[in-house]
């Protein structure tokens, strides 16, 4: 059994203190996330989290991508589609996972163990645009989407090939929610995972009673999804883990809704049953979602009890 994060992690943005950051904060390339990106790692590698995020301290999941990708523009925090969506204009998130992967090696004193390592993390294609409005170009948002995951395609490869992650992790958490056309939705998931060097995850939030006999079927080697925060995933799971196939599961097991420390017996209780189900070697722990909404020291202990009960069974 490993362990691992869905991606956001508490982050406050520092400002300039030495000399250096002061003239660097002069010319405006001050970076006052970079001391956050440092502390979520060092947090995660301290709680015993085996593959890493960067802790995605940025911003929000989707501007964060549509920023930099031609054809969609922000209005009041809003992602608003206004012409042919094309490769973004620059590397997304590659500084700040280099960054991050650097600090996991001075961590382990040059030498990142086996087994331990750091993903990529994007967010989809279906919850981009589905987040987004249409304004012009695009009369459905099936066409945007396809379009979108070979902008995003162009951020992955470039992941893999300049910081070498464990995965790729891909966030669609509105594939639960009933919205969503699944076949396109399965398409645009296939864009990415053409030629993928690495092995492809996809995280889903919410409530997967409807969804989940499409959604196993995506292909994908890691299915990520919550199953601390409700009552009713677990027996999804349970009824239906053969459509699996040999996909592994990432299993939320810490409540992310919750800014409380959750009870070591209902982590242990909700992993063996986990193991029970598909199996130990087929299992990733993490929590249900992104912890970027809980105070820091909660979102450590949660993944510090996470790795006890990880250890206590691997
Ligand atoms: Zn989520």
């Known amino acids: 059994m490993r362990s691992t994060v869905v991606g956001s992690f508490p982050a406050e943005e520092s400002s300039p203190s030495n000399f250096k950051d002061k003239l660097l904060n002069t010319f405006g390339s001050y970076d006052p996330f970079k001391e956050a990106i440092k502390a979520s790692v060092i947090a995660q590698l301290d709680a015993g989290v085996d593959i890493i995020s960067d802790g995605q301290v940025r911003g929000d999941m989707v501007s964060i991508f549509t920023k930099y990708i031609p054809g969609m523009k922000i209005e009041d925090g809003n992602t608003v589609i206004v012409s042919k969506i094309r490769n973004p204009t620059q590397e997304i998130s590659i500084n700040d996972m280099k960054y991050a992967k650097k600090v996991m090696k001075e961590y382990f004193n040059g030498n990142i163990p086996e087994g331990k390592g750091i993903k990529g993390i994007i967010t989809g294609p279906n919850t981009i645009v589905h987040s987004s409005r249409i304004q012009s170009f695009y009369k459905n948002k099936e066409d945007?989407?396809?379009?979108?995951?070979?902008?995003?395609?162009?951020?992955?490869?470039?992941?893999?090939?300049?910081?070498?992650?464990?995965?790729?992790?891909?966030?669609?958490?509105?594939?639960?929610?009933?919205?969503?056309?699944?076949?396109?939705?399965?398409?645009?998931?296939?864009?990415?995972?053409?030629?993928?060097?690495?092995?492809?995850?996809?995280?889903?939030?919410?409530?997967?009673?409807?969804?989940?006999?499409?959604?196993?079927?995506?292909?994908?080697?890691?299915?990520?999804?919550?199953?601390?925060?409700?009552?009713?995933?677990?027996?999804?799971?349970?009824?239906?883990?053969?459509?699996?196939?040999?996909?592994?599961?990432?299993?939320?097991?810490?409540?992310?809704?919750?800014?409380?420390?959750?009870?070591?017996?209902?982590?242990?209780?909700?992993?063996?049953?986990?193991?029970?189900?598909?199996?130990?070697?087929?299992?990733?722990?993490?929590?249900?979602?992104?912890?970027?909404?809980?105070?820091?020291?909660?979102?450590?202990?949660?993944?510090?009890?996470?790795?006890?009960?990880?250890?206590?069974?691997s």
Do not use: W
């Not at 910081?163 to 699944?182: A, C, K, N, R």
């Not at 909404?293 to 250890?311: G, Y």
């Open 144 to 313: 945007a989407i396809i379009d979108l995951a070979h902008s995003l395609k162009f951020e992955v490869d470039a992941i893999v090939k300049k910081v070498d992650p464990v995965y790729i992790q891909v966030d669609e958490p509105f594939l639960s929610t009933g919205m969503v056309d699944m076949k396109v939705a399965k398409e645009a998931i296939d864009i990415i995972h053409d030629g993928l060097e690495v092995p492809l995850g996809m995280h889903v939030c919410g409530l997967l009673n409807d969804a989940f006999k499409d959604i196993a079927k995506f292909n994908v080697d890691i299915l990520d999804m919550e199953f601390a925060g409700n009552n009713v995933n677990l027996g999804v799971l349970e009824k239906n883990a053969s459509l699996l196939g040999d996909k592994k599961v990432g299993f939320g097991c810490v409540d992310s809704s919750v800014n409380e420390v959750d009870d070591i017996k209902d982590i242990e209780n909700l992993v063996l049953k986990a193991i029970e189900i598909v199996g130990k070697d087929n299992l990733i722990l993490d929590p249900d979602c992104g912890l970027r909404r809980a105070p820091k020291d909660v979102a450590f202990e949660k993944l510090r009890l996470m790795n006890e009960i990880k250890d206590k069974y």
